[in-house]
């Protein structure tokens, strides 16, 4: 990196210690931005990269919650408000006991950028507690996600920070956390969070975005080489929100996706995944992927290793960050697959970045392959703002245009900064410049 970047980051390391996982997501920025500085040296004065890297509010707070058996557990709650030059801080809610202030701060770092990709003045935020969602009950969940919002209720609003799930938060949660807040705020500010039941102000495709958009990127690059989906072999991690419907679009596509997993092990389905069964599972049993080899003759349960094992034309890591390493890229890659999208959040560690573009295969960086979720958030904000709702094909057209257009703003910026193909530089300076003009246009805040 250049001195001027080197310099910020480092100053981010001292000043964030042990948040390892943030730090790696602005390493993999400042790296990029390297070209951008040499040809815009202006957007290193006024410390703007030191400014871009600070959050502007962290909110840290105390959720305690009163569980079936009347035993009192306090968690812990964050958001992080980083950066509101494009608009109100956007960005989901995560629920995982691997959460802290450093995954937080990654996830709304990438988030800015990702929401400046979309285009549609959105600016980025995260937040989110060490809740484990698994193995409690409706109730106890609602009594968390009712004291998680007493708190959050005070810095949120649908032109201050707009909220969304993530891991840990779906459809449920989000309806027992907006309960909360309409009941505190006695108003009904359905702007104030994305997500939403179809009932009470969701869009529709909000539940399939991001999946299907990681899925119409994964084609739009492919469409560079002249080919398609069609035929090809996928490797799917995960079996949440964005797994399934990943699975479902590529399956649209044309396409075979074999495999899927969860925290307990990956599943090896060669004749292809049986959708409604899995749909079965994990959205209305609330299952584990063995529930799904118990009914599904032909498929496998592997626990160990991860779906990098199983040769395929595809990868679609979509589980969780640094999900995939050095080594499973070298695997990947040996057995021929030759297009990766990330819908997860920086699923890839730098080592399987570096082996991705050093083999010169289709890879999407999560910030532009998986925007599809928060896009089509913006287009619910869109529909509450105005009191309408769009159907299903109009949302869908919507979301596949925004996902061509991220695309075509990716291969423009690394066209422009000399490397072509590369969509981790095109990704990040396509989404760093836009940002930045605006931090410049709004003077030193
Ligand atoms: P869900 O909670 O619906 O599903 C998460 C899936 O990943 C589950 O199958 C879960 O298994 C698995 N998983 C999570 N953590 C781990 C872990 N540490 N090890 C192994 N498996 C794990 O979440 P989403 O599908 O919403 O999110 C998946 C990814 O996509 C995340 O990186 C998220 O940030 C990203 N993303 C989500 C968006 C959205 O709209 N929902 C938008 C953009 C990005 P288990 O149940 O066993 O934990």
């Known amino acids: 990196m250049q001195d001027v970047v080197e310099k910020v980051y480092e100053q981010v390391v001292a000043r964030n210690r042990g948040e390892s996982e943030f730090h790696q997501a ?41 569980d079936d058996a009347g035993a009192v557990h306090v968690n812990r709650g964050f958001r992080i408000e980083f950066n509101s030059a494009l608009g109100p ?99 009904y500010d359905a702007g104030v969070l994305t997500g939403k039941g179809l009932a009470w102000g969701g869009s529709l495709v909000r539940t399939e975005a991001t999946g299907y958009g990681t899925v119409l990127f994964a084609q739009s690059m492919l469409a560079t080489k002249g080919q398609t989906l069609e035929g090809k072999k996928v490797a799917v991690s995960g079996s949440g929100n964005v797994a399934i419907y990943a699975i479902e679009k590529a399956q649209q596509l044309g396409a075979t996706p074999i495999t899927f997993s969860d925290s307990s092990g990956y599943v090896v389905d060669e004749a292809g995944v049986d959708l409604d069964l899995l749909k ?45 390493d050095g080594d499973d890229a070298a695997t990947l890659l040996r057995q021929g697959c030759a297009v990766v999208a990330e819908g997860a959040n920086m699923p890839s560690t730098p080592e399987a970045v570096e082996a991705f573009l050093g083999a010169g295969i289709l890879y999407a960086p999560g910030k532009a392959a998986n ?41 423009a910026a690394a066209e422009e900064y000399g490397r072509p193909g590369d969509y981790v530089l095109g990704a990040n300076a396509a989404g760093f410049t836009r940002v930045a003009d605006v931090m410049i246009a709004h003077g030193i805040v």
Not at 128 to 137: A, L, N
Not at 298 to 323: F, H, I, K, M, Y
Not at 373 to 379: N, P
Request: proline share 5%.
């Open 26 to 66: 602005v390493r993999e920025v400042l790296e990029s931005l390297d070209p951008v500085i040499a040809k815009h040296p202006h957007y290193a004065e006024d410390a703007l990269l030191e400014r871009i890297v600070e959050p502007e509010r962290q909110i840290m707070f105390r959720v305690p919650w009163v």
């Open 89 to 187: 801080y956007k960005g989901g809610l995560r629920f995982h006991p691997s959460v802290n202030a450093g995954i937080i701060k990654f996830l709304g770092f990438e988030q800015i950028f990702k929401n400046s990709l979309t285009n549609q003045g959105i600016g980025g935020g995260k937040g989110g507690s060490d809740f484990d969602p698994h193995g409690k009950s409706d109730a106890e969940v609602m009594r968390f996600c009712q004291s998680f919002m007493t708190e959050l209720s005070r810095h949120i609003g649908p032109s201050t920070d707009v909220p969304a799930g993530d891991i840990g938060v779906g459809g449920r949660e989000i309806g027992y956390l907006f309960g909360q807040y309409k009941r505190l705020r006695n108003s």
């Open 280 to 324: 079965q599972v994990k959205e209305v049993e609330r299952g584990r992927v063995a529930d799904y080899v118990s009914r599904r003759p032909g498929s496998r349960l592997v626990t160990e290793g991860r779906p990098w094992d199983v040769p395929v034309d595809v990868a679609l890591p979509c589980a969780t960050q640094n999900e995939l």
């Open 371 to 411: 925007a599809g979720g928060v896009a089509t958030s913006a287009l619910e904000m869109e529909q509450n703002a105005g009191r309408t709702r769009w159907d299903f094909a109009t949302a869908e057209e919507k979301l596949t245009a925004i996902m061509a257009d991220i695309h075509d703003s990716c291969v």
